[in-house]
């Protein structure tokens, strides 16, 4: 594998994505540290593909991945796709995330509970620790998935539609949390959704994955947040309106644009 010659964690060049036939093509794209970037666009849009191949899951199509060897990543998963049959504490599901470290056949120590509780209160759910993960809502089984990726303390936190399915007021608290940790922690956040109104706030790039338009476009958000952008993106005129420091994005003639 080729390394980031520019001081990227993780790098895209030329990269066409996809599962055999290419879904988007011509894709650069250079995670830093620092970086807080979000890829939107419409369900099945191909953004799932993007991060699993800029994570190493997935080959790319034609092109290269290149990673920085110390990079180390954490992954949140989309919180439905993770089994809650398991009868596992919040911290036994977190303890997961130091699995990687440990290694075959080395049980955990306390340097390891104690990477836990702190990625625990991190996001605000030191006090569930004991709790079986079955029994919480979904914005706290969001939580301990972030927790799970911050207990191996990755300079890249990766999460796939990490709000799918919160009420507002959960959405909200959930991209508070990702801010304090890009924030206080330095920590690169790559997070895909599908609801651009989320991110606008939040995110300083934005990236618009939409296999169907073949439209692949990453730039900063001041760039991308334009009508020539969005319109490009959603197929009509749409309107970004700033009120009290947030952003709200609507499509011309009415509705809620993402
Ligand atoms: N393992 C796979 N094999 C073949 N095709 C796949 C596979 N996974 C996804 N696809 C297809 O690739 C396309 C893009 O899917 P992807 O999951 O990347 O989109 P998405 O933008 O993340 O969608 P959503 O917002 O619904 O999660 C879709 O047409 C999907 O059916």
Do not use: C
Not at 167 to 190: C, F, K, N, S, T
Not at 229 to 234: F, Q, V
Not at 247 to 252: D, I, K, N, T, W
């Amino acid at each position: 594998m080729a390394l980031p010659s520019n001081g990227a964690l993780v790098s895209l060049r030329g990269a066409a994505i996809g599962y055999g036939a290419p879904l988007l093509t011509g894709i650069d794209l250079d995670v830093a540290p620092g970086d807080f970037l979000a890829v939107v666009g419409p369900n099945g849009g191909g953004k799932t593909t993007l991060l699993r191949t800029l994570l190493g899951v997935l080959p790319p199509v034609s092109g290269e991945r290149r990673q920085a060897p110390a990079a180390r990543v954490g992954y949140v998963p989309q919180r439905d796709h993770v089994d809650a049959h398991w009868p596992l504490t919040v911290a036994d599901v977190a303890l997961m995330g130091r699995y990687r470290g440990l290694g075959l056949g080395r049980r955990p120590g306390p340097e390891d509970r104690a990477e836990v509780s702190r990625a625990l209160s991190r996001v605000g759910i030191a006090d569930l620790a004991g709790r079986s993960f079955r029994t919480l809502s979904g914005g706290q089984r969001q939580r301990t998935l972030i927790a799970r990726a911050l207990a191996a303390s990755p300079e890249l936190l990766a999460l796939d539609e990490p709000t799918n399915g919160m009420d507002p007021a959960a959405e909200l608290a959930a991209m508070d949390i990702l801010r304090e940790l890009h924030r206080q922690g330095g920590l690169a956040v790559v997070m895909v959704s599908h609801r651009l109104e989320a991110v606008a706030n939040y995110a300083r790039r934005l990236a618009f994955a939409d296999k169907d338009k073949r439209l692949w476009r990453v730039g900063p958000l001041e760039e991308m947040l334009t009508p020539g952008a969005l319109s490009a993106l959603y197929g009509r005129a749409v309107t970004v309106r700033e009120e009290a420091g947030r952003r709200f994005v609507y499509p011309e003639g009415g509705g809620e644009a993402a």
